[in-house]
């Protein structure tokens, strides 16, 4: 009777939280129809720079042919919080990997995403109605039609820059990159694609005069990728595995980096909606490029210090001088 009587308690209490997950899932599922596509984003992005696991997948090429030791660089510890199965089994998934030329493909990607979404905008396309709908009915600030014409520009340079430079500057290189840092760069600039024009006011489509934004966000922009494309140029003219000898390097071990922070801010500045200092869309994008880029920094920094045996280099900054 008792063994009876448990197993129906036991059941009503599983169905009780059935019931439960159910509700709660559609409860996240109704905030998801309701949200504006550019909360999703943002979303999509913080959730992606906040990854606990990403020191174990980030590093590639060079730094993994001196991995540190266990007491510096904290794997050891992180390990045991996951747990050693679940440890291990991050570790079969850390070891695929894809040659790391195929960082072209998120230029590419990029590329064809920027024509994607104009051809839609300019016709009137279906999914560019659908997007525009559900962002314009959802939000109540926006930016100009100029400003998104501008920021899908510069967008759009900046993928088509960086191609020019990965086939331009391409070496034969058996270096790899974690298939998941491919998947998650793929995401990324899929999604900043739409990010750059979605909180546009298209729906009273207009066009303003240049605004202060404007001249302080588009020299930014061209001094920022200036300064890239130059230590790109550097970097692919050295000797394998030497020192930079660029200025830019007096201070920082990667300049390139923190030049892509300042370029994504810039696109913040231009793409700002009216009453906004800065387009928070776009922010929440430079937050996953700027941690992911920082953690790659100091594993970079770190390489350097043992591979050249030379603790001048740790009183450099990583990526931003004087800060980090």
């Given at each position: 009777m008792h063994r009876k009587n448990g197993h129906k308690y036991g059941g009503a209490v599983r169905r009780g939280k059935a019931a439960m997950l159910r509700a709660w899932m559609s409860k996240i599922l109704d905030?998801?129809?309701?949200?504006?596509?550019?909360?999703?984003?943002r979303l999509f992005y913080v959730s992606a720079a906040s990854g606990p696991l990403r020191e174990r997948f980030i590093d590639y090429g060079s730094r993994e042919a001196a991995p540190a030791p266990k007491a510096e660089n904290g794997y050891e510890a992180q390990r045991k919080r996951i747990g050693g199965t679940a440890g291990a089994l991050l570790d079969s998934v850390a070891a695929v990997r894809v040659p790391h030329a195929w960082f072209n493909h998120f230029y590419v990607l990029s590329l064809l995403v920027s024509c994607f979404w104009a051809s839609q905008i300019l016709s009137d396309g279906s999914f560019f109605e659908w997007l525009a709908t559900r962002e314009v009915v959802a939000r109540?600030?926006?930016?100009?039609?100029?400003?998104?014409?501008?920021?899908?520009?510069?967008?759009?340079?900046?993928?088509g820059r960086r191609l020019y430079e990965c086939?331009?500057?391409?070496?034969?290189s058996a270096s790899k990159m974690w298939v998941g840092h491919w998947?998650?760069?793929?995401?990324?600039?899929?999604?900043?694609?739409?990010?750059?024009?979605?909180?546009?006011?298209?729906r009273s489509l207009h066009i303003d005069p240049p605004s202060l934004r404007t001249f302080?966000?588009?020299?930014?922009?061209?001094?920022?990728?200036?300064i890239q494309h130059d230590v790109h140029d550097h970097l692919a003219s050295m000797k394998k595995y030497s020192l930079p000898k660029h200025p830019m390097f007096a201070t920082c071990i990667c300049p390139h980096y923190l030049a892509e922070c300042f370029i994504y801010l810039s696109l913040a500045i231009v793409a700002a909606p009216q009453g906004h200092i800065l387009n928070w869309t776009i922010v929440s994008g430079l937050m996953f490029v700027g941690i992911n880029l920082g953690v790659t920094a100091k594993g970079t920094r770190l390489w350097y210090a043992r591979k050249f045996n030379d603790e001048r280099i740790m009183l450099k900054a990583c990526?931003?001088?004087?800060?980090f």
């Open positions: 905030v998801l129809d309701m949200a504006a596509p550019s909360l999703l984003l109540s600030a926006s930016m100009s039609l100029d400003q998104a014409m501008l920021a899908w520009a510069m967008m759009t340079f900046q993928a086939l331009d500057n391409h070496k034969p998947a998650a760069g793929l995401a990324f600039y899929a999604a900043m694609g739409v990010a750059v024009w979605i909180e546009a006011s298209l302080v966000g588009l020299p930014i922009f061209v001094l920022a990728s200036g990526m931003i001088p004087g800060i």
